[in-house]
């Protein structure tokens, strides 16, 4: 066991804040410790400050990374909460299992995943990782270690689901696999042009298409404005099992000046984007589908020294239309820029979750390199657009929402508070909780 005190960053490096300690757990059995508050924390791939604890203690987990058992038959998997999906993949994947949700990265462990309740590009199939979860095992801060499933503490299991580390420390998981053939996707690639053909692309692909999602232009007006790329994918009915793509991954070395992702940059790159990549289809292995970013090392260091925010939100299918565009207008009529914009339409499976984000309706992913005053206002007007039309905001993408916000995101929230361990807290909790 070790505590230090350390700074510690989110993957947007924003807010930077006072340093925590840091108690490193290596076994299951240990004793927390008394230093609250207290917050587990993983890879620290939460944008914002959901993973950030200033001034309290960490809870450091990436130690407890064992495989404990491993049903090749019926595909579940038992692992401590630190293990990453990157490490899981290099199992699973040669026996012919992938897991039944994916985020954008392989870097996050599966107590994170658990946390956060992920969602990957199968939600109008799989619904999130939380669905997925058969038991875990939490400890809290009286000492007492609950062994939670759907029909044993079925409360707090459903509490910690979705529950940002806050009802205890989660030492491990038991979760259901997806049955693959192949490490390979067979991949369709269609270009559209404003949020109606986006929205009759995802209808017309719910069925025929296990994996959707698309980036958008979230940079241009006029005739470009809210193009995209619509991708779709199945998993491939033959072909090698490897886990790894084999391609060499690239790294950026330092912090880009703060213009390199302002908008005329932006805008340049999401017409050459736009126009070069080329419609049809191609087979193309899970690494560079379902990972993009992991093949660039640091690539948090675009966005420059003062880092980055990202805002998802979901809205209603019934005012999704309207909202989406809302959401874009603002963006193009502020004068920033998004690099990174992702819609995805997500389906109607529930998740056990008290605080999970994904519900039915559009989500749409939007970064900002942070500038500042003129950053959050447009920030606080894409809010305000949001819970116009009754959506919500995802915690672990955030850094600066309102309490008034994360009340109306979450209308299961009174429920959830008799869960929360009271020798826990986070940076995100104090700022939207108190």
Not at 68 to 88: H, K, P, S, V
Not at 226 to 255: Q, V, Y
Not at 354 to 382: C, H, I, K, N, W
Request: hydrophobic share 45%; with cysteine.
């Amino acid at each position: 066991m070790s505590a230090a005190a350390l700074e510690r960053l989110s993957w947007g490096r924003f807010p930077r804040q006072s340093a925590a300690r840091v108690h490193a757990l290596h076994w299951r059995d240990e004793v927390l410790p008394a230093a609250a508050p207290l917050l587990p924390r993983g890879c620290g791939s939460s944008y914002g400050d959901s993973c950030l604890n200033a001034g309290g203690t960490l809870l450091d987990t990436t130690r407890l990374d064992r495989l404990i058992a491993f049903d090749r038959t019926r595909g579940i998997l038992r692992c401590e909460a630190g293990a990453t999906f990157e490490q899981l993949l290099d199992v699973i994947v040669p026996s012919g299992w992938f897991l039944p949700v994916s985020p954008g990265t392989r870097r996050v462990t599966v107590a994170g995943a658990i946390a956060n309740d992920v969602h990957g590009k199968n939600h109008h199939r799989a619904g999130t990782f939380g669905a997925h979860v058969r038991a875990l095992e939490l400890v809290r801060s009286d000492g007492s270690r609950l062994e939670c499933s759907r029909a044993s503490h079925a409360e707090i299991f459903n509490a910690t689901i979705g529950g940002l580390g806050l009802t205890g420390l989660v030492t491990w998981a038991e979760f259901d696999l997806r049955r693959i053939a192949s490490a390979f996707l067979d991949v369709e690639t269609v270009r559209f042009h404003g949020v109606d053909e986006f929205l009759a692309l995802s209808r017309e692909s719910h069925e025929r298409f296990e994996h959707t999602v698309a980036w958008v232009d979230a940079a241009s007006r006029g005739r470009a404005f809210a193009r995209g790329l619509f991708m779709r994918a199945n998993h491939a009915e033959n072909g090698p099992l490897a886990p790894r793509s084999g391609k060499h991954r690239l790294a950026i070395p330092f912090d880009f000046p703060a213009l390199a992702l302002s908008r005329l940059p932006v805008r340049a790159f999401n017409a050459v984007h736009f126009h070069a990549t080329r419609p049809g289809s191609a087979r193309v292995h899970l690494e560079p589908f379902f990972y993009p970013l992991d093949a660039i090392g640091h690539w948090n260091r675009m966005y420059g020294r003062r880092g980055f925010v990202q805002h998802q939100c979901v809205v209603p299918m019934g005012p999704a239309p309207e909202a989406v565009r809302a959401l874009l207008d603002a963006i193009t009529a502020s004068g920033e820029a998004s690099f990174l914009s992702v819609l995805k339409v997500f389906g109607d499976r529930p998740s056990p979750g008290m605080l999970s984000f994904p519900r039915p309706g559009v989500t749409l992913a939007l970064d900002f390199p942070m500038r500042g005053e003129r950053t959050l206002a447009l920030l606080e007007r894409l809010d305000a657009i949001v819970m116009e039309a009754g959506g919500a905001i995802y915690p672990a993408k955030d850094a600066r929402m309102s309490r008034e916000t994360f009340r109306r995101s979450f209308p299961r929230l009174a429920e959830f508070l008799p869960h929360v361990d009271a020798a826990f807290s986070s940076s995100f909790w104090r700022r939207v909780h108190g």
